[in-house]
């Protein structure tokens, strides 16, 4: 399965803006970059997705490294229900399905 | 975005009876289920994959046996957790693909926790 590496936690102030890096070095040409984020007790919430160029949507952009072994999600401005583990996701078309095989997160902390 | 639904939201049981999870797609067709399930502080772990009307395939180290999947329609799910242990007690998360939701965004559903005393 393809491997993500990210920060196991990150903090950030409320209004301020937050960049969530993933390395992602043995990605192939044909993944797609995934970014979903879990609040405590619920089901994964889509947040963005790409393939090679930059996305934006009103949740949150997506900067993507033009070798694309990384990538960053950027939340503009935090706010306090930003607050969530944060997977970042290479979605890869295996045993006939394109599955999201989740790993660690980040555990992201927003102060007021 | 495409509205999802679990059932029962939580469960208690006994050791050795079995508990039965619903999943709905309320406002789409779900052509394929995944099913995940996540221990406390842990990420989720795919279990299974089924498509409407067949087999479901199961990741390496899930028990088929123990966990039976119904894909009967393309709008329910059902995982039932047969003679369920305390080891068994987790959060399973449902999440349907398929027609109306688009093929890049999958949804997940609410999750169900389960606790096996």
């Known amino acids: 399965d393809a491997k993500t590496t990210q920060p196991n936690s990150m903090e950030s102030n409320e209004e301020e803006p937050v960049h969530l890096p993933c390395n992602h070095s043995t990605i192939s040409g044909t993944d797609y970059i995934h970014w979903y984020r879990q609040l405590p007790s619920q089901g994964p919430e889509y947040v963005i997705h790409?393939?090679?160029s930059n996305v934006n949507n009103r949740m949150a952009s997506l900067a993507i490294a033009e070798d694309r072994k990384s990538s960053t999600l950027i939340l503009h401005r935090a706010t306090l229900r930003d607050a969530a583990v944060y997977y970042c996701?290479?979605?890869?078309?295996?045993?006939?399905?394109?599955?999201?095989?989740f790993g660690a997160g980040t555990r992201l902390a927003v102060h007021p | 975005g495409a509205v999802v639904s679990q059932h029962p939201s939580w469960v208690i049981c006994k050791s050795g009876t079995s508990v039965k999870i619903e999943c709905r797609s309320l406002d789409f067709q779900a052509t394929t289920m995944f099913w995940y399930r996540q221990f406390p502080k842990q990420s989720l772990m795919l279990m299974a994959t089924s498509n409407e009307g067949s087999k479901a395939t199961y990741e390496q180290g899930v028990e088929k046996d123990k966990f039976l999947i119904n894909h009967a329609s393309l709008t329910l799910s059902t995982l039932t957790v047969t003679s369920a242990h305390p080891e068994d007690s987790s959060f399973y998360i449902c999440?349907?693909?398929?027609?109306?939701?688009?093929?890049?965004?999958?949804?997940f559903g609410p999750g169900t926790r389960l606790t096996v005393l």
């Open positions: 996701i290479l979605r890869r078309f295996s045993g006939g399905y394109n599955k999201l095989i």
């Open positions: 790409g393939l090679t």
């Open positions: 999440s349907p693909l398929g027609r109306g939701s688009g093929p890049d965004t999958q949804y």
